[in-house]
């Protein structure tokens, strides 16, 4: 009985390909998803941090408006009507408010 343990060890041990097939997927899963998010995640801070008085802006919520006022975390957005309503930058949807922005070039 012993010596059937000791075979069926040695024969089922952790080889060289399974190895190297988890290494390949740690690759893969770091340039489909993690690198991807982190470049996203900057390319939103930056955004954020150029954004001036005046500006428009979407909310995450979908809420449009003009930025009145910029404090250090948050900004003041005038809606229609002249209200005003105070939101954290994290709030603020850099491809809606980036489509928003930008000209519509006409042929």
Do not use: C, W
Not at 50 to 57: A, S, T, Y
Not at 90 to 105: D, G, I, Q, R
Request: glycine share 10%; proline share 3%; hydrophobic share 45%.
């Amino acid at each position: 009985m012993i010596t059937t343990v000791l075979l069926q060890a040695a024969g089922g041990g952790f080889g060289t390909p399974q190895l190297i097939m988890f290494g390949l997927i740690a690759i893969v899963f770091y340039f489909f998803m993690i690198r991807p998010q982190v470049k996203k995640q900057k390319d939103q801070k930056k955004y954020v941090e150029e954004l001036k008085k005046g500006d428009k802006i979407i909310t995450t919520a979908g809420i449009h408006g003009k930025i009145y006022e910029v404090a250090e975390t948050t900004f003041l957005v005038e809606v229609e009507g002249g209200t005003r309503i105070r939101f954290d930058k994290s709030a603020v949807s850099l491809e809606a408010s980036k489509a928003l922005n930008t000209p519509v070039v006409s042929k």
